[in-house]
């Protein structure tokens, strides 16, 4: 449901630049991490799928997957927000608070461990060493975005970041399931 509601304020946010063209500057970087943040919820959906293999779901397991769910809310109320009003548009608005949903997205990697470990051990392994140097390089990828105003660095970091998640949705799941 959570992840529903997440993919629910990605959604309304876009249509809004279809419902009032030109009310708010669009920022292109912005929609670059809509559009990563959407393909990571379609991902984590997938992901979850695999709960299925462990043999008791308790409440701790219970809890611990509606606060990761939550972690992804939090990462599209940050990109949409309620009000621009304080903001010339969503430039503004993004690089404002970059240290925050690069902070979330951070979280997110790092509970994506835990979240697969609770899968159980073979299940981890079962993507390499690839997996947890993913993870690694995009906590630290979003440590130096939450630092950096660098617009080049933004670009470099969505494009190639969006890149690889499609790249490694495909290759983890196509090619295991």
């Known amino acids: 449901m959570i992840i529903s509601l997440s993919l629910a304020r990605l959604l309304s946010g876009v249509a809004l630049f279809i419902q009032h063209p030109g009310k708010t500057k669009v920022y292109w970087i912005h929609l670059g991490w ?3 943040l959407f393909v990571f919820l379609v991902h984590f959906w997938w992901w ?3 709960l299925h293999a462990v043999p008791v779901i ?3 397991v219970y809890l611990f997957v509606i606060l990761y769910a939550c972690v992804f809310f939090f990462l599209c109320v940050l990109l949409f927000p309620t009000s621009l009003e304080d903001y010339s548009g969503y430039e503004h ?3 404002s608070r970059r240290a925050w ?3 979330f997205l951070a979280l997110a990697f790092l509970v994506d ?3 697969t470990a609770v899968k159980g051990k073979a299940y981890f392994e079962s993507f390499g060493i690839e997996y947890p140097l993913r993870n690694t390089a995009y906590i630290a990828l979003c440590v130096v975005a939450a630092l950096t105003p660098s617009r080049r660095f933004h670009a470099a970091f969505l494009v190639g970041a969006l890149l690889y998640q499609l790249a490694w949705m495909y290759r983890a799941f196509d090619l295991l399931d």
């Open 101 to 103: 949903f690069f902070g």
């Open 113 to 115: 461990l835990i979240d």
């Open 93 to 95: 608005y993004f690089m």
């Open 34 to 36: 809509v559009l990563f």
């Open 58 to 60: 308790d409440v701790t």
């Open 48 to 50: 979850e799928y695999h």
